[in-house]
Structures are given as C-alpha cells and as structure tokens.
C-alpha cells in the first residue's frame, strides 16, 4: 500500500488528467490524493470519473472556524494564544482562509503591534487595537510585508518572481540587474527564507521555491512593465545559451519568457516546436493546446466549444465560395505568390496544429483551421505552404460534402502544385493524397511507391514527423492491398526501426500491422492474440486506448474486429466494431473507414445466422447498410470496393455464384486474403446446406490461397475444421 499526492490540481492540462486517471485504475492498493480549487461549472472528465469511482471520495474543505484559524496563527508563531485584544481581528480579516491568517500573524510581529517572548504573545503598550489598518486582501497584505523588506531582499525576490514560482539559485545569480549584488545573494537568500517569502526547493542544485504561489504574483506585479519584459529577455536568454537544444522539454518554458519579453516570432517558434514534441510522445491534445497557444500569441483565437466552431464553419465555407468565384480547383495554379508575410506565418502556424486536433477527436477545429488557411490562401495568393493548404482542404471538403472526386483534384492540385515548386513539401502532400484520398478513386496499391517516395523525401528534408507518417501509411497500405503477410512483417519491422519511437502514432501503427501479420501467419502466443516474444498486445498496441491519438484507437479496434472475424468470434468482432464507429470522424476518409464498413457487414451478416430470426432482421438491416455503402464506393473505384460489396453480397444472399464471383473479382483485383476469404465463406456455406463436394472444393482452394498469403493460422484453421 502507499500514497500519491498531487496537489494544485487546477492546474493539470488534459494529459495529467488522463495520467492521474490512468494511475487510479491500474495501480493497486494506491491512495491517489488530489488537492485542488473549484473548477467551474463542467470540471474534466478524468475529475469526475474519479469522483464517481466506486472508492472515490470527494472531500470539500469549508473555511477554518475561529478556533481553527486561531491555533493555526499560534502555531506559524510558535506561541499558546494571540492576545484578546488581537485574536477576534484576525479572525474576522481572514474570514476562514489559511494563507491570510498566517500572513495577518506574520504582519502583526513585522509590524510591531505584538511582541514574542519566550513562547508568550503580547500587545506592544500604546497600541490602540481599534486603529490598526491591516490590509483587506491577502495580495495586499503580502504586498504590505515585501514593502518592509530591505531593497536587496526585495529586489531578489522579484528576480525570482519573473523567473518562475521556483527558481534556480545560479539562475538568479547570472540574471540578477545589479551585479554589485550577486556576492551578497547567498545572504539575501537566507533573509528571504527567514522573512517566509521562500521555502528551499532543493539543496543541490539549489534552488528555491515561494511559499505561496500568490505570494509568487504579488512579488511579480510589484515590477514595472519594462522591468518584467527585461528580466524575462534576460531569463530566455540564459536558458538558450546554457542548454542550446539539448533540452526540448523546456520549449514550452522558453515560449513563455520570449512572449512575456515581447519576443512574439520567438515564443511562437519555440511553442511549435514544443507541440511536435508532445505530439510526438502521443498527446495529441496538449499539443493542439500549445499550438492554439501559439495562434492567440499572433492575434488569432480559435474557440474549442463545438457550438461556436459549426458557426464559424459555415462562414468560413461561404468566403471560400465567394473568393473561388467558380474557378476549378486546377484554376488555383495561376494566383498570384503570396506576398503578405503576416498571412505566411499563420497559415504556417495552423498547418502545424491541424494535424494534432484531427488526431486528438476535434474534427470541427481541424476543419475551421484548413478551411481558415484556404481563405487566407485564396485571398493573399499561393505562398510557400499553398500545396500542404489545398491537400488539407481536399480532407475537409469530402468530410463536408462527401464529393470524393473534387476532393481528390484539390489533393491533385497540391502535388502539381508541390512539383512546380521544387518537391518541397512532398512529404505531407503526398501523405495527404495517399492516406485520405487517392484510395476513393484508385487501387490501394498505387500508394505503394508514392509513400516510400515521400517518406524518403520528409527524411532528407528534416520532416521527421511526415517521414514517419509516410512510412506508417506504406505498411498501412500493404496490408490492406493483400501483399504477402511475410512481406507486411518484413516491411513493418524495417519502418518501425527506422521511426525508432520518434513518431509514437505512426510507429503504433507499424507495430500493429507487424503483429497482425504474425497473428495470421500463426507466429503469436495464439491466432486472435497480436502477443509475441517480440511484442506485448496490452504493452505495444493496446496501450494507445490510454492516450488520446483517436485515429489510432480507430485502426486498433479495426484490427481485432478483423481478428475476431476471422477466427468466427463474432459476437466479440460487433463489440469492437462499435467502439471503432465511436471514433470514425478521427479515421474518416482513410483505409480504415471501408475496412470497418467491410468488416463489420460481414460480421453482422455471420451473427445474424447465428440467433433467432427475431434477432437476425436487425443485424440484417445493418450489413444491408453497409453494403449500400461498398457499392457506392464501388461505383467510383471498382478496383477496391466490388469484390468487397460482392463478398458482402453473397453473405447476405448466401448464394453459391455470388460467391464464386467475388473470388474471381477480388483475383483479378490482386487482393489474395479477400480471395481466401471467399472461398472459405462460400465453403461454409456449402457445408450448412449438406453440399460436402462443394465444401471440400472451395475449402482446397481457400487453403491453398491462405498459404499464397502466408496465412498458415488460418490454413490451420481450415483443416482443423474440416477434420
């Protein structure tokens, strides 16, 4: 058994939440305490949850009683009573408040309305109780003690106060203003412990922290503007020139100081760094938040209410349809270069953030975001980020209109756009075209060397991130084209080495594809279980339901829908198959959108022949849906979709040719594991109707296909059921 105290927890943004969630639930025989102040109307998720735990307790602290406050004074004093003339004062100034009574205590012996001596309190003579003037605020009575202060004191503490609530002692020393002072800063140091302004945080290295953070802001606020600007430049400064960029972490504390010395360009860079960072370790919305930061640093605020986004969406789309005037997507190539460099910086700024709101569930940000960066481009003319601005746009427009194909000539336009340019920004344009669009309209295998390409691309250019992304989409897209699982193994392991953990998102999903392979092939601890020697499931795949990466808990889910599917587990393929709808708006548009359709129609379908017929016209309905789905997609790319709606088909009609057809389709297709999987389905078939020759001929064939592919877990399966 043991405790964990995380106090000021006002304070936590959304992934300390999550973690102190997280922490409750899986950490056993652990007391989680969490101190914090009202949050409002709507407090986090996370807080309510754990407060509604079946352990859960919430414990709210009313203001102390007079006697409270009373013995709370004493006891800061080191005495047995205030004395009576005092002790109804201070408890009617501090009206309950812990930090207030201490301070009032603290005024009273400063200022020398009582005197301490040996452990008893008493009024100093000629002092009238009734015209004491003690300040009505705690800010003002801290205010009151740092005006006693000496000037060197003083001036410490607010060197301290710019630097932070805690501050380093070195740190102090070589930002101090008045160097005539440093050699005394050990003494003034003390002084300030003493006077209780500063607790010691740490001895070595040393550093200290204020006793209160509010004791912290009214130090600060007793600076001037320029003062504060100056010191912060100063504070900035230090931290570059000691740690260079050896210390990512402190991005986010660097933006700070460079916003509040006024250095706008500055803080907004180191703030977009620190959001790649953060993303990069899976917080998809604390990076969204930072680079929102960054927005609001350059005079752009973007709500996060729904409400309010919808709204501003709906104008944004109607500029959009003033400024293009009728031109044709391909039209955009001739606007003028972009010569406004304010408009160039933001548009930059959001391309950055998009992608962390669409991986973290804010659809409606992430598409006010694109379509603002298309406003700004149609009215300001094409600048360097033009090509990225008209891909994101192509995501956006078939998620509000569905229209697959002006999507895929906007996708279309950006890499023409991109080729005129230099090849520049190949690495988000073409995973743009590859992994939300080109699938719509062509095979999915003609993504194959186009991802490589860009991947190789983002690397030499120093886009880590899109390099990674790129190489994620390559193994993505093998496995959904039906290469060799052998191959979909191989590759994976290469890209997952080759990401190394710098790209969380994308590295999960070269894992997940690399054990789904092995799950198939019959190299994991059992067929439905993406567990190895070499992997984890709940370690290495599973874990990303923890974070907030929505496209990837999507793709997860999707993942054991279809190894439930394969392995007759159908019951346990619907249930995941829901939780993967659930989060459909963060996959919306790419491979894994038509898998859950294909996946979760076949599972309905297979459920509803096992339950009563009561049961089964429901179940029925829904693969219909989905079906009516493939087919309409089919309808603009035969290649991916009409083996796919006629393998659905036949399930449904569970007819012998249907069947056979969709075979013959999804060979001619090159889709090996659909092929497999028809012939295995319309031997099932054929056995519930008595048809043994059938049976044995389509299951010879499906076996034989199974091994093509490399599935030897399913080539198992078969002849265990045929035996």
């Known amino acids: 058994p043991g405790a964990v105290v995380l106090e000021d927890a006002h304070w936590f943004d959304p ?4 973690l102190a969630l997280e922490v409750a639930q899986r950490v056993p025989n652990l007391w989680l305490v969490l101190t914090l102040r009202p949050l409002g109307d709507v407090p986090p998720a996370e807080l309510q949850a754990l407060s509604q735990a079946p352990r859960g307790r919430v414990c709210l602290l009313p203001p102390l009683d007079d006697a409270q406050t009373l013995a709370l004074v004493c006891t800061r004093l080191g005495v047995d009573a205030l004395p009576p003339e005092v002790a109804p004062l201070v408890c009617k100034r501090a009206g309950g408040l812990p930090l207030f009574a201490e301070e009032l205590g603290i005024a009273l012996v400063d200022t020398g309305v009582v005197e301490i001596a040996d452990g008893r309190c008493r009024m100093r003579h000629g002092i009238d109780p009734a015209s004491l003037a003690l300040p009505d605020t705690v800010q003002g009575i801290v205010t009151a003690r740092i005006d006693r202060l000496a000037p060197r004191e003083a001036l410490a503490a607010k060197v301290g106060s710019g630097i932070g609530a805690t501050f380093a002692a070195e740190l102090l020393r070589d930002v101090h203003p008045v160097r005539d002072d440093v050699d005394h800063l050990q003494v003034v ?3 300030l412990r003493d006077a209780d302004i500063t607790v010691l945080e740490a001895p070595e290295p040393e550093a200290y922290a204020f006793k209160h953070v ?53 803080a907004v860079a180191c703030l977009q760094r620190s ?10 919305r604390a990076a969204c938040d930072q680079g929102l930061e960054a927005a609001r640093l350059l005079g752009v605020h973007l709500p996060t209410d ?54 973290s569930l804010q659809g409606e940000l992430f598409a006010l975001m694109s379509l603002r960066c298309t406003s700004l481009t149609l009215l300001h003319g094409n600048g360097p980020a033009a090509p990225v601005v008209y891909g994101m746009h192509s995501i956006v427009y078939r998620g509000v209109t569905g229209d697959s194909v002006t999507a895929n000539r906007f996708a279309e336009l950006a890499l023409e756009l991109d080729r005129r340019t230099g090849h520049h920004l190949l690495a988000p344009v073409s995973f743009i075209h590859t992994w939300f669009n080109q699938h719509w309209l062509h095979p999915v295998a003609r993504a194959l060397p186009m991802s490589l390409e860009a991947a190789e691309a983002g690397f030499a250019a120093g886009d880590v991130q899109y390099g990674c992304f790129n190489l994620a989409a390559h193994v993505v897209q093998l496995a959904v084209s039906g290469r060799p699982l052998t191959e979909v193994m191989e590759v994976g392991a290469r890209h997952f080495a080759r990401n190394a953990n710098r790209v969380r998102n994308a590295a999960f999903h070269c894992v997940q ?17 993406m567990s190895d020697a070499e992997h984890d499931e709940a370690r290495d795949v599973a874990s990303i339901c923890a974070t907030d990466n929505y496209n990837q808990i999507g793709f997860y889910f999707i993942a054991r829908l279809k190894l439930h599917y394969h392995f007759r587990e159908h019951v346990q393929a619907l249930a995941c198959a829901e939780q993967a709808a659930g989060v459909l708006p963060a996959f919306a548009g790419q491979t894994g959108e038509f898998e859950l359709a294909f996946f979760h129609g076949l599972a309905l379908a297979a459920r509803a022949r096992e339950v009563p017929a009561g ?13 009516a789905q493939l087919e309409g997609w089919a309808a603009l790319c035969p290649a991916n979709f009409a083996h796919r709606a006629r393998l659905l088909q036949a399930e449904l009609a569970v007819a012998d040719d249907a069947y056979v057809a969709a075979a013959t389709a999804a060979a001619a297709a090159g889709c090996l594991h659909h092929e497999a999987m028809a012939h295995e389905l319309r031997a099932a078939a054929a056995r519930a109707r008595g048809d043994a ?22 080539v198992a399966d078969l002849r265990a059921q045929a035996a």
């Open 189 to 191: 140091l003390q002084r």
């Open 275 to 284: 959001a790649t960072r953060t993303f990069g370790m899976g917080l998809g």
């Open 615 to 627: 049961e089964a016209a429901p179940l029925r309905t829904q693969a219909a849906a989905r079906l």
């Open 306 to 359: 729904r409400t309010e986004l919808v709204e501003l969406i709906g104008a944004e789309l109607g500029r959009i349809g003033e400024l293009l005037a009728g031109r044709e997507p391909q039209q955009l190539l001739d606007l003028p270069p972009l010569a406004d460099a304010d408009a160039g910086a933001l548009i930059g700024l959001l391309l950055g953030i998009k992608p962390y709101a669409h991986q």
């Open 693 to 714: 020759d059938t049976a044995r001929d389509a299951t010879a064939a499906a076996t034989e296909a199974y091994a093509r592919w490399g599935a030897h877990a399913k």
């Open 214 to 266: 509010i004791t912290r802001d009214v130090v600060y606020n007793l600076m001037l503007f320029a003062q504060r600007r100056q010191l912060h430049q100063a504070v900035a400064e230090w931290y570059e020139s000691r740690f260079g960029d050896d210390r990512p972490d402190l991005l986010a504390l660097l933006a700070h100081h460079w916003a509040r010395a006024g250095q706008v360009p500055k």
């Open 15 to 18: 992934a300390s939440w999550a």
């Open 513 to 529: 594809e690399l054990q789904f392979a092995k799950a198939l092939a019959g190299l994991t601890v059992s067929p439905t279980s």
